[in-house]
């Protein structure tokens, strides 16, 4: 009788550990966090490419954007496209992008990005995204703080505005970074109705 409740309770502790590890391993992995970061970004990018009909790098946010699909799609590097990973970043796209990229588009998306990240150097984009969102931060607290005086107010606006610059002058030296993410992103917004 004590042999038999030792066996079904190691049993019993072998079927909770198989499950859950079958249960920790979807889904939740770094391929779909990666992936959800990518169709966030996407989504952002194509909103505003619908409106202006371009992506307008003079745009922090756009800039932002672009250096959040760079950093969450660098795992995408080497990546076999039968493996976990990869599969868990298309299921991310799906969700991060508020079904923007569907099941249909969600494997020509992830292949397109990982041609991009395999083949060209992005590190001055994220950079870039970084300058940007600490830019970006800046003049929000500018802006919050309605009691300086007025003329404090515009000479952290010019500053911003020459930080701007500074962004645009940086991300427009790696051309060939930004060529390639400005075609890998027109070729994306095309599976979605909106390249041109």
């Keep these: ?21 079958v249960l920790g391993a979807g889904g939740n992995g770094s391929g779909s966090v990666n992936g959800q970061q990518s169709g966030a970004a996407l989504k ?22 672009m250096a959040q699909l760079v950093n ?10 039968k493996s976990r990973f990869y599969t868990d970043f298309a299921t991310g796209l799906i969700l ?25 150097d992005l590190t001055a984009i994220a950079a870039a995204g970084l300058a940007a969102a600490a830019q970006t931060q800046q003049a929000q607290q500018a802006a919050t703080q309605t009691q300086q005086a007025a003329t404090q107010t515009q000479q ?3 500053t911003t505005g020459n930080n701007v ?5 940086a991300i427009s030296e ?11 992103l027109a070729t994306i917004f095309s599976l979605f109705g909106g390249g041109n």
């Design 72 to 81: 969450g799609i660098q795992g995408l590097k080497g990546i076999d496209d």
């Design 156 to 158: 952290a606006a010019a």
């Design 96 to 120: 991060g992008s508020n079904n923007l990229v569907t099941q249909q588009t969600s494997n020509p998306v992830t292949n397109t990005l990982q041609t991009l990240v395999s083949g060209t």
């Design 1 to 21: 009788m004590k042999k038999v409740s030792i066996i079904l309770t190691v049993v019993a502790l072998c079927v909770l550990t198989a499950s859950c590890g």
């Design 174 to 184: 790696t051309t060939a970074g930004v060529s390639n993410t400005l075609s890998s």
């Design 165 to 169: 610059a500074n962004t645009v002058a």
């Design 44 to 65: 952002s990018l194509y909103s505003q490419y619908k409106t202006d009909g371009k992506v307008d790098l003079t745009n922090l946010n756009n800039v932002i954007s």
